[in-house]
């Protein structure tokens, strides 16, 4: 299976985890059988592009974030963390790096 396929299930997973649905509880919302959602799972089948979005619409998800994590964030939410969790961590390598003289 390609990789994005494989990346897409993997996402479908988690999410569908974190949102504590069953896959019965996911076929139902989406309106398809629960061997499709099983199949999809079991990477036996892919879905197509409007069951796809069905699926990030039930997860409560982008349906870009189905196939790279947390690929909606946006550019806001980057600066955020870049700026509590990495600028300290950046100022430290580089002031450890490049001494002034």
Do not use: W
């Amino acid at each position: 299976m390609n990789d994005f396929k494989s990346d897409f299930v993997d996402n479908m997973v988690f999410y569908r985890t974190q949102k504590g649905l069953s896959q019965l509880e996911l076929s139902g919302i989406c309106d398809c059988g629960k061997s499709t959602i099983s199949g999809i799972e079991a990477r036996k089948h892919f879905p197509s592009f409007e069951l796809i979005l069905k699926i990030a619409y039930a997860l409560e998800v982008h349906p870009a974030d189905l196939f790279l994590r947390n690929a909606s964030k946006s550019r806001e939410e980057v600066r955020k963390f870049f700026d509590e969790e990495l600028s300290e961590t950046v100022k430290s390598m580089v002031e450890r790096n490049f001494p002034l003289n």
